[in-house]
Structure formats: structure tokens, C-alpha cells
């Protein structure tokens, strides 16, 4: 619509909120396993965790997204306990 190109940066997770309630975390990860969402290490700990999505025209999305995997994978390099990597 504006002419900027959308995606999400392949496994990436940014942490959110805790669930409010016991309720709230059996429907949330009802929805994901319904979705084939692997929550294991992710959502299992109680927490909202969102992908991340990057917009950019479309000239330079594509070198905006190769940036961001590599900073991915430079990030999961120097740490492996990283809490913002799906594996």
C-alpha cells in the first residue's frame, strides 16, 4: 500500500510479557500448538515472545534482511544462551 516490502527476520523472537493468568498461557499455547508453533524453551516459560518484522522499500529490503541474519547469526556466535533466537 505504501510501497514498502514486509517480512520477518527467520528465527528471531523478542520477549514480551508474562502471561497474566494460568488461563491466558493454556489458550495462548492451545493456539500456537493448533498453529504447529514449537513452544518449547519459548512460550513452555511464560512468556509472549513476537517474531520480528522488518519493512524497507523494496530496493533495499533484501540487503536490510541479509544484514539482519547476519547479525543473527553473529549474535548467536557470541552467545548461546541467547533468549531472542528460535531454534
Avoid at 16 to 26: G, H, I, L, T
Avoid at 30 to 41: F, K, M, N, Q, Y
Avoid at 68 to 81: N, V
Wanted: charged share 35%.
Amino acid at each position: 500500500r505504501h510501497g514498502y516490502e514486509v517480512g520477518p527476520v527467520p528465527e528471531v523472537r523478542l520477549p514480551q510479557r508474562r502471561f497474566a493468568d494460568a488461563k491466558e498461557r493454556r489458550e495462548v499455547l492451545s493456539v500456537l500448538h493448533e498453529r504447529g508453533i514449537d513452544t518449547a524453551g519459548w512460550e513452555d516459560r511464560g512468556k509472549h515472545f513476537a517474531d520480528l518484522y522488518i519493512a524497507a522499500a523494496p530496493a533495499q529490503f533484501s540487503d536490510l534482511m541479509e544484514r539482519m541474519i547476519a547479525a543473527r547469526i553473529e549474535s548467536e556466535q557470541e552467545s548461546s544462551s541467547s533468549g531472542y533466537i528460535r531454534r
